[in-house]
């Protein structure tokens, strides 16, 4: 009895080992319907198995930073690149030069190699034409019609201190003033005063201006068409002064557990044309070159866009100051 409790128990061991052989923990800031065709796909061409755990940008840097002497994740897929480049700051991320970011141009990637840009994707407003058409009210069309008093508690964006989307309006409204910070400050006080609420992510305004809880949101570009697609009676407007963009990005995590299943997703990530075209059917603009492009996607190259430094942008000591700043002045007084 004791001999075939034993065996049993090496059984057991020898079946937990296997599993653990294949399978890898991600954290990921892609839309959940998204991540989950993506690394569905991954396993059923690998046999790797993708545990996931779906946070914002500012949510995966803070649970990174807590788990960084035990990392519970060894993967970060998706997430506004100034989050990557925060995180390599903190030392939360590694170098990995992978052979299949060939294709990515300089640009798009860290030259020491911590992270690579997947898409690029410009913020832009929403709006809910029968909403509007109610409440008597045009879409929203620059940066300054935001601040008209008959948008009163009608906007609705995310909090820079979770989103990395919400920190992206932060600095592009820095690059508009043309680095006037007091002046960025002034504006989002305005702003403030019609803003309904600050979510915790960057895609649900969105969703809410979707189905007619709010009439206005402030997001990525890629989120709204989709949802424009899916049948919401929404319009879409970048802001004509000009909008900056996201160059959503992946990173290994520092220290992580999974890191030989964790390069071989990254590398599938921007090598396999299925990979790729589950990017594609969500509408994102891929920037590795010959990727393909869906016809209803909008690329930043359609519009007017600010010139971004994402190495000020992502700074450490640039993004905790401005985000104090928005926390002081305008988020702890709501």
Same mark, same amino acid.
């Given at each position: 009895?004791?001999?075939?409790?034993?065996?049993?128990?090496?059984?057991?061991?020898?079946?937990?080992?296997?599993?653990?052989?294949?399978?890898?923990?991600?954290?990921?800031?892609?839309? /959940?319907?998204? &991540?989950?065709?993506?690394?569905?796909?991954?396993?059923?061409?690998?046999? =790797?198995? @993708?545990?996931? %755990?779906? !946070?914002?940008?500012? /949510?995966?840097? &803070?649970?990174?930073?807590?788990?960084?002497?035990?990392?519970?994740?060894? =993967?970060? @897929?998706?997430? %506004?690149? !100034?989050?990557?480049?925060?995180?390599?700051?903190?030392?939360?991320?590694?170098?990995?030069?992978?052979?299949?970011?060939?294709?990515?141009?300089?640009?798009?990637?860290?030259?020491?190699?911590?992270?690579?840009?997947?898409?690029?994707?410009?913020?832009?407003?929403?709006?809910?034409?029968?909403?509007?058409?109610?409440?008597?009210?045009?879409?929203?069309?620059?940066?300054?019609?935001?601040?008209?008093?008959?948008?009163?508690?009608?906007?609705?964006?995310?909090?820079?201190?979770?989103?990395?989307?919400?920190?992206?309006?932060?600095?592009?409204?820095?690059?508009?003033?043309?680095?006037?910070?007091?002046?960025?400050?002034?504006?989002?006080?305005?702003?403030?005063?019609?803003?309904?609420?600050?979510?915790?992510?960057?895609?649900?305004?969105?969703?809410?201006?979707?189905?007619?809880?709010?009439?206005?949101?402030?997001?990525?570009?890629?989120?709204?068409?989709?949802?424009?697609?899916?049948?919401?009676?929404?319009?879409?407007?970048?802001?004509?002064?000009?909008?900056?963009?996201?160059?959503?990005?992946?990173?290994?995590?520092?220290?992580?557990?999974?890191?030989?299943?964790?390069?071989?997703?990254?590398?599938?990530?921007?090598?396999?044309?299925?990979?790729?075209?589950?990017?594609?059917?969500?509408?994102?603009?891929?920037?590795?070159?010959?990727?393909?492009?869906?016809?209803?996607?909008?690329?930043?190259?359609?519009?007017?866009?600010?010139?971004?430094?994402?190495?000020?942008?992502?700074?450490?000591?640039?993004?905790?100051?401005?985000?104090?700043?928005?926390?002081?002045?305008?988020?702890?007084?709501?």
């Amino acid at each position: 009895m004791k001999r075939f409790f034993a065996i049993a128990v090496m059984l057991m061991a020898v079946a937990s080992f296997a599993l653990a052989q294949n399978s890898v923990s991600a954290y990921t800031t892609l839309e /959940e319907p998204l &991540a989950k065709a993506l690394f569905t796909q991954f396993e059923a061409e690998t046999g =790797i198995k @993708v545990s996931f %755990v779906r !946070l914002s940008g500012g /949510e995966a840097i &803070a649970r990174m930073e807590a788990e960084k002497a035990n990392p519970q994740a060894s =993967i970060w @897929v998706g997430g %506004v690149g !100034l989050d990557h480049i925060t995180a390599k700051q903190k030392g939360l991320t590694s170098v990995y030069k992978s052979r299949a970011a060939g294709k990515t141009a300089a640009e798009y990637k860290d030259k020491d190699g911590y992270w690579v840009g997947l898409y690029v994707g410009p913020l832009t407003f929403v709006t809910n034409t029968q909403r509007a058409k109610e409440l008597g009210i045009t879409p929203p069309k620059s940066w300054a019609d935001l601040l008209k008093p008959e948008y009163k508690g009608l906007i609705r964006m995310a909090n820079p201190n979770t989103s990395g989307t919400a920190y992206n309006v932060i600095t592009t409204l820095r690059y508009v003033y043309k680095g006037d910070e007091q002046k960025v400050f002034d504006y989002l006080k305005k702003l403030d005063v019609n803003m309904d609420q600050y979510t915790r992510s960057g895609s649900a305004p969105g969703k809410s201006v979707a189905i007619g809880e709010i009439p206005i949101a402030i997001g990525y570009a890629h989120d709204q068409v989709k949802l424009r697609v899916e049948g919401a009676p929404i319009e879409i407007h970048a802001p004509s002064e000009g909008t900056g963009y996201e160059l959503a990005s992946m990173s290994l995590v520092a220290g992580g557990k999974d890191v030989v299943n964790a390069k071989k997703l990254y590398d599938w990530i921007l090598s396999s044309p299925n990979a790729q075209a589950k990017f594609v059917e969500y509408y994102l603009v891929l920037v590795a070159s010959g990727s393909a492009t869906h016809p209803q996607a909008l690329s930043i190259k359609q519009l007017k866009t600010v010139k971004q430094d994402f190495s000020w942008d992502g700074d450490t000591i640039n993004r905790e100051r401005l985000l104090k700043r928005w926390t002081d002045e305008i988020g702890s007084k709501r």
